[in-house]
């Protein structure tokens, strides 16, 4: 897996995973979901950062999010 790729899928499922938790914490559910989606952003987002070499700066995430759509589109 490209890192670009595992960024932007990190960063989309951690965007996803914060309101789902903030849901289920607030109606007094378990949100095994979203702890899922958590993890799995975790991974993706630290697997990203230590495979791409130099690693990632603040600057470099929005040009990675372009190029990625930029790839499917």
């Not at 938790?21 to 697997?47: I, K, M, N, Q, W």
């Amino acid at each position: 897996m490209d890192t670009d790729l595992a960024l932007v899928l990190g960063l989309l499922l951690a965007f996803l995973a914060i309101p789902s938790l903030l849901s289920a914490a607030s109606d007094r559910r378990t949100h095994r979901v979203s702890a899922v989606f958590l993890v799995l952003a975790v991974g993706l987002l630290l697997y990203a950062f230590s495979t791409k070499s130099g690693g990632y700066q603040i600057d470099d995430i929005p040009k990675a999010i372009f190029r990625v759509i930029g790839r499917f589109t």
